[in-house]
Antibody, heavy 121, light 109 residues
Framework: VQLVESGGGLVQPGGSLRLSCAAS????????MSWVRQAPGKGLEWVSS????????NYADSVRGRFTISRDKSTNTLYLQMNSLRGEDTAVYYC???????????????WGQGTLVTVSS | QSALTQARSVSGSPGQSVTISCTGT?????????VSWYQQHPGKAPKLMIY???KRPPGVPDRFSGSKSGNTASLTISGLQAEDEADYYC?????????FGTGTKVTVL
């Protein structure tokens, strides 16, 4: 099982960025997926989850209405579209595979290596 | 949803045992048996160590164990080894659906 994130970089406040997570080694559509972030020197914060089908999504209050999680089963790729970015969104963003299809009562294993998003002018 | 509370740091000598506590509420830790623990070395991605309160994934040494009482979950490392020095985070399903702990730095003296 391997997860590889990409798409991070430097963006100005108010800007947008789309993160990708390429998955391999497992049946992608059978598992929920999540994004978890970690601000520099800080702890982990769950950001968003999507069910195996992509039909059910959840968001942390801090990103709801600005971020959109989605997945493409044809390319085994997870996405996070981030709009209206703020300085407090600066973090390493990890994608993680959940333990079941719905993502409820689950855990995260494995994690990708992370991609750094820096929001600054 | 507020972060679960963990001690900022704990330490122990090689061979000793340390226990990390993770305190939540009746809406998260106290309401679900879905507590997991993650180990993170500097500059690395987190690694799953315990899930469903007390289950160990394949490959995780049996010196790592988990438990829960009420609104508090615990991770115990028995027979502490140098490679156990890392940050540890608890996580609970909370219906919202997830909340992480504040993190504990384990130092091997």
């Amino acid at each position: 099982v391997q997860l590889v994130e990409s798409g991070g970089g430097l963006v100005q406040p108010g800007g947008s960025l789309r993160l990708s997570c390429a998955a391999s080694g497992f049946l992608f559509s059978s598992y929920a997926m999540s994004w978890v972030r970690q601000a520099p020197g800080k702890g982990l914060e769950w950001v968003s989850s999507v069910s195996g089908s992509g039909g059910s999504t959840n968001y942390a209050d801090s990103v709801r209405g600005r971020f959109t999680i989605s997945r493409d089963k044809s390319t085994n790729t997870l996405y996070l579209q981030m709009n209206s970015l703020r300085g407090e969104d600066t973090a390493v963003y990890y994608c993680a595979k959940e333990a079941n299809y719905y993502g409820s009562g689950s855990y995260f294993d494995p994690w990708g290596q992370g991609t750094l998003v820096t929001v600054s002018s | 949803q507020s972060a679960l509370t963990q001690a900022r740091s704990v330490s122990g000598s090689p061979g000793q045992s340390v226990t990390i506590s993770c305190t939540g509420t009746s809406s998260d830790v106290g309401n679900y048996n879905y507590v997991s623990w993650y180990q993170q070395h500097p500059g690395k991605a987190p690694k799953l160590m315990i899930y469903d309160v007390s289950k160990r994934p394949p490959g995780v040494p049996d010196r790592f164990s988990g438990s829960k009482s009420g609104n508090t979950a615990s991770l115990t490392i028995s027979g502490l080894q140098a490679e156990d020095e890392a940050d540890y985070y608890c996580c609970s399903y909370a219906g919202s659906p997830y909340v992480f702990g504040t993190g504990t730095k384990v130092t091997v003296l």
